[in-house]
């Protein structure tokens, strides 16, 4: 089964700052969609950003902008000038295409100081 | 924002009882999926559905039962709600097979049981 891991339960950052946070996943397929999701505390899941497993490319969205290491499993998370808004629990999550399920991490909760 | 609604938002209920919670969905979706988050697990999948009358389990089921008599409509029942099914619902739909854009939330339930 695929299995994602955020090992990092919560990290701080300041204002204007950039902070990484961290995605390691588990499969064996070569075709796959990973997300990162933003849930403030309205409790509203949010995209932050998408990309394809088949991309080399990686997603960039403004500030954010992910780290796609498709060998070492990794998708990390770069939030460059954090903002207050930023405050949240960020989710990384898996999708094999042509399976919609998600497989979510346990999330990293984000703070963002002034 | 998708239109996706889930009723109740909030619900107290007693041990021993049945709930239902419904999410009702306006974009003609054929996949709906019902998660539940808690501190520290992120979100796991309770139950699917790939069309009417089409479910399958994921991987917290027990306790759980669904219906989706309607493709707009999905239901998650507690046959009889226990102190460990206190969390926060959601429900999702995301996009058909070979799609997996996005993944659509709605609100969230917080359901307690005491």
């Known amino acids: 089964a695929q299995t994602v891991t955020q090992s990092q339960p919560e990290m701080s950052v300041q204002e204007a700052e950039t902070v990484t946070l961290s995605c390691t996943y588990d499969t064996s397929e070569s075709d796959y969609y990973l997300f990162w999701y933003k849930q403030p505390p309205s409790r509203q899941m949010i995209l932050v950003i998408r990309q394809e497993a088949y991309k080399q490319q990686n997603a960039t969205e403004n500030r954010f902008s992910v780290n796609f290491q498709k060998a070492a499993k990794s998708f990390s998370l770069k939030i460059s000038d954090s903002q207050l808004g930023d405050a949240a629990m960020y989710f990384c999550?898996?999708?094999?295409?042509?399976?919609?399920?998600?497989?979510f991490g346990k999330g990293t909760k984000l703070t963002v100081n002034p | 924002d998708a239109g996706i609604t889930q009723s109740p938002r909030h619900k107290v209920t007693e041990t021993g009882t049945p709930v239902t919670l419904r999410c009702h969905q306006t974009e003609n979706h054929r996949y709906m999926y019902w998660y539940r988050q808690d501190p520290g697990h992120g979100l796991r999948l309770i139950h699917y559905?790939?069309?009417?009358?089409?479910?399958d389990k994921g991987e917290v089921s027990d306790g759980y039962s669904v219906s989706r008599s309607k493709t707009e409509d999905f239901l998650l029942t507690l046959e009889s709600a226990t102190s460990s099914q206190t969390s926060v619902y959601f429900c999702a739909i995301i996009g058909g097979p070979g799609l997996a854009t996005e993944a659509f939330f709605g609100q969230g339930t917080r359901l307690t049981v005491v």
């Open positions: 559905s790939y069309g009417v009358k089409d479910t």
């Open positions: 999550a898996y999708s094999l295409s042509g399976s919609e399920k998600l497989v």
